[in-house]
């Protein structure tokens, strides 16, 4: 990826303290740049360009594609589609204003900003995602559904805060903690008959927790650059694994979105 010719990269030790999260990670890293200069970024190698194009492009395939199949008019609340499809976009574009903007001139306050609001679509995902999923898990109890999606509402903002104020990546981790909690107790009124939902989306909102749940640990462990340093500088890394972990997960939320939008529509609660 060699179309722009770069500025000198820097080592670890000689990138500014605030770059400085993964000691790994030894080389590729941009110099302090102007808005423009991370633009041009873009169109050289270094050890961001996998993190911005491992979100990159599947934000601008979801921008156009999943609206195609997202069945707008085959139901009654054309909300849950709206919802669903920027839950499905937020973290990625988030992420990839992150990663593309960090190393600005502006220093450690531009980056804190930035990392805020790559948090801020990382806690969309989990809110918005989870909202169409209390509206069909109890369906047959409206009273309980607007409470519950009341309640889920405020506990998110709270969870928002404590993620975009978290100092690193732990704190970041345990902040979506209690959601995957929440979302798995709907899960489990499910899986107990209790709840309603389409009998094949379950295993696919399984699935995604999962997949979620487990970027983010590789995240935090930072393997595999922790066993062989210098090795997956630019490519491979455990944040870029992580990436395409958070990409399958929102592929298996659509799917299993999908699910439950098609069993809706030729389900009747009953009496």
């Known amino acids: 990826m060699v179309l722009y010719k770069g500025p000198q990269l820097l080592d670890f ?18 110099p302090v740049s102007t808005a423009q200069e991370c633009l041009r970024s873009l169109f050289y190698m270094h050890n961001e360009l996998g ?26 609340s054309v909300w849950i589609c ?3 499809y920027l839950a499905c976009l937020s ?3 988030g992420s990839v204003v992150y990663h593309l903007f960090m190393n600005h001139m502006g220093g450690e306050h531009v980056y804190d900003t930035l990392l805020s609001l790559d948090m801020f679509g990382v806690c969309l995902v989990n809110t918005l995602g989870a909202l169409p999923i209390i509206h069909v898990t109890l369906l047959c109890y409206p009273t309980i559904q607007q409470a519950t999606l009341l309640v889920y509402i405020f506990l998110s903002a709270y969870g928002i805060y404590r993620a975009t104020t978290a100092y690193n990546s732990i704190m970041r981790l345990r902040a979506f903690v209690w959601q995957a909690l929440f979302r798995f107790s709907l899960f489990l009124f499910r899986a107990y008959g209790s709840g309603g939902g389409s009998p094949n989306s379950l295993r696919l909102f399984v699935i995604m927790d999962s997949l979620a749940v487990l970027g983010g640990v590789v995240n935090v462990i930072q393997i595999p650059e922790r066993l062989i340093p210098g090795l997956f500088d630019n490519w491979g890394n455990s944040h870029q694994i992580m990436h395409v972990m958070v ?17 809706i529509k030729a389900y009747q609660c009953p009496m």
């Open 13 to 30: 030790a000689k990138t500014p303290p605030h770059l400085q999260f993964n000691k790994y990670v030894l080389t590729g890293y941009r």
């Open 51 to 76: 993190n911005i194009y491992t979100h990159g492009i599947p934000f601008l395939v979801f921008l156009v594609l999943l609206p195609f199949s997202i069945p707008w008019m085959e139901v009654d």
């Open 82 to 84: 709206v919802v669903h």
């Open 91 to 93: 973290p990625t574009m």
């Open 247 to 263: 990409i399958c997960s929102i592929i298996y939320l659509h799917w299993a979105t999908v699910e439950d939008l098609a069993w």
